[in-house]
């Protein structure tokens, strides 16, 4: 398991980093990515544990990758994804980067929401 969230925002993956049992809250948190600006973060200690468990891991990506991979995802696949899924995606390349994720690997990918709900 993988939890990707944005650099402006990521308690679960500074707890993770510091080994500690639950994540602390983030003072100031900003990202374009509505849905991963959760400054405190419910069941943060089962979140954790499961990381740890699945001997997971936790990244934060800029909120320029996120939405990079967000026109890479409308124009590669034609999902119009919300910034937060379009997060999978940078995360994704994050950890093929660092051979965390082999590229013969099968993964997936949540996309919970569209980009609609980010046009006015």
Known sequence: MVT??????????????????????????QTVAAGLRVPVVFADRLILQ??????GTA???SDEELMA???????????FAAPEGAATLSGL??????????SDEKVVLYNTGSGLK???
Not at 94 to 102: D, F, M, R, V, Y
């Open 69 to 79: 991979d967000q026109g890479a995802m409308a124009r590669l696949e034609g999902i």
């Open 118 to 120: 980010y046009l006015s």
């Open 93 to 102: 390349r994050h950890l093929l980067a660092t051979g965390w994720i082999q």
């Open 4 to 29: 990707v969230q944005a650099e402006g925002c990521a308690p679960i993956v500074r707890a993770f980093e510091t080994g500690a049992e639950k994540a602390e809250p983030w003072a100031g948190a």
């Open 59 to 61: 990244i934060a990506v």
């Open 50 to 55: 499961i990381l740890r468990e699945s001997k």
